[in-house]
């Protein structure tokens, strides 16, 4: 089975930092798209920004310019590097795999737990 987790976030200052990791382990064979996600109380679940095995990046509309999002694929890793926060990017954070553990299997999408973020001064 594979395993999904986050790490990295917590409470921020508008304008402050963080870094986010989401590491993927168990039996994998490829992963194609990662992404994350966020989610704030009661409103739906939002697209974040989203990764390629090759490389290619999209973000959302609301974080483009301040979000990087990356990977290290001998490490199985996403991140997201968020800078310049904004207290309306409070959120539960959760990354999403499109993974593969054999060859023979069609991938499916593997969801982490997520972690909170908190921007608030």
């Known amino acids: 089975q594979v395993q999904l987790v986050e790490s990295g976030g917590g409470l921020v200052q508008p304008g402050g930092s963080l870094r986010l990791s989401c590491a993927a382990s168990?039996?994998?064979?490829?992963?194609?798209?990662m992404a994350w996600y966020h989610q704030a109380p009661g409103k739906e679940r939002e697209l974040v920004a989203t990764?390629?095995?090759?490389?290619?990046?999209n973000y959302a509309d609301s974080v483009k310019g301040r979000f990087t999002i990356s990977r290290d694929n001998a490490k199985n890793t996403v991140y997201l590097q968020m800078n310049s926060l904004k207290p309306e990017d409070t959120a539960v954070y959760s990354c999403n795999a499109d993974l593969a553990h054999s060859r023979y299997v069609i991938s499916r999408q593997y969801w982490g737990q997520g972690t909170q973020v908190t921007v608030s001064s």
């Open positions: 168990g039996r994998i064979f490829r992963i194609n798209t």
């Open positions: 990764i390629t095995n090759g490389g290619s990046t």
